[in-house]
């Protein structure tokens, strides 16, 4: 019977395929990267009450309904033309800018948890929602006070432009076991137009980092009264006003979510078993033919063998 164990090991090796197949073609694909799952990043600009950056205060960030597991790792790639590499720097620039980078796992989506900027020597506290999808946030923040010393100059001789890139998964992914949605947008060209209200216009590009943030200043002669910044990536176009106040243009770039794999995924689903039905069946329909030339050679050979003893 050895010709019908080998027929039937055929039949069992085309069924193991299609099932491969089938656990290919159903496995969701892991979208999302490391640096979106593991990290979130605040900016923020302070300026007094003219408007004016805040140079060397010192911005704590607190968290109420959350808890950071703590600062970011430091890992290359992760600057951008205005910043160095992304890494907590509570004490504001002479552009009176913040930065904080914080390692954290997931993110309430139903109740977002909130973070409290406070500023100790000017008595000033304000609270944000942490966003859980693109996982970064810009705080703008204006003392109620006139600061000596507030650099009067900076929002005149420089704009800047900033923000993060991503893109929606469609379905949960997990990566290295925490759950997330999505994924940045890593190492993408930004085409950058600012279309100032008095008629300038400035055209410049820059790349994502690693985490999918870009920051990019340009030099202004005055500052500006409003207008438009545009950015192109990917193919995508997004949209932000000139801001008179902070100087600077946060975007988020959130690209289109893909469509629900359910209906192609049922379809997928569907034609593994019509596969698995017509390949077990034809396997099924050969080992038993097999099976009955074996049997009636057999019954043949004991009958030549009756008569030859006669």
């Not at 950015?231 to 893909?258: C, K, L, M, S, Y």
């Not at 995924?265 to 593994?272: D, K, M, S, Y």
């Not at 039905?277 to 099924?284: L, N, S, T």
Request: aromatic share 10%; net charge neutral.
């Amino acid at each position: 019977m050895k010709g019908t164990a080998g027929s039937g090991g055929r039949m069992i090796r085309r069924l193991l395929l299609v099932v491969l197949v089938a656990a290919v073609a159903l496995t969701p694909l892991a979208l999302a990267d490391h640096a979106y799952s593991h990290r979130y990043v605040v900016y923020g600009r302070v300026v007094d009450a003219d408007g004016n950056p805040v140079q060397g205060v010192l911005v704590n960030l607190g968290y109420r309904q959350f808890q950071a597991e703590g600062p970011c790792a430091q890992q290359p790639g992760t600057g951008t033309d205005a910043w160095e590499r992304t890494e907590t720097r509570p004490q504001t620039n002479q552009l009176g800018e913040f930065l904080f980078c914080f390692h954290a796992h997931d993110i309430n989506r139903v109740e977002p948890p909130f973070g409290v900027l406070t500023i100790e020597e000017h008595n000033y506290t304000t609270e944000f929602r942490f966003d859980p999808y693109t996982r970064t946030s810009f705080v703008p923040i204006k003392l109620d006070t006139v600061v000596e010393g507030a650099n009067a100059e900076a929002l005149e001789t420089t704009y800047t432009v900033q923000g993060r890139l991503w893109e929606p998964a469609g379905e949960r992914v997990s990566v290295e076991r925490v759950g997330v949605f999505g994924h940045t947008v890593d190492r993408a060209p930004v085409n950058i137009t600012i279309r100032f209200a008095d008629g300038q216009e400035i055209t410049t590009n820059t790349t994502t980092n690693n985490y999918g943030d870009f920051a990019l200043r340009v030099p202004i002669q005055s500052r500006p009264t409003g207008g438009e910044v545009t950015i192109e990536a990917n193919g995508q176009t997004f949209r932000g006003d000139v801001d008179p106040t902070f100087g600077i243009t946060f975007i988020r770039g959130e690209f289109a979510e893909p469509k629900s794999d359910l209906a192609k995924n049922a379809l997928i689903a569907a034609g593994v078993l019509l596969g698995l039905a017509v390949v077990g069946g034809g396997g099924w329909y050969a080992w038993r033919r097999t099976a009955e030339r074996r049997e009636l050679q057999e019954a043949r050979l004991t009958s030549t063998r009756k008569r030859a003893r006669r």
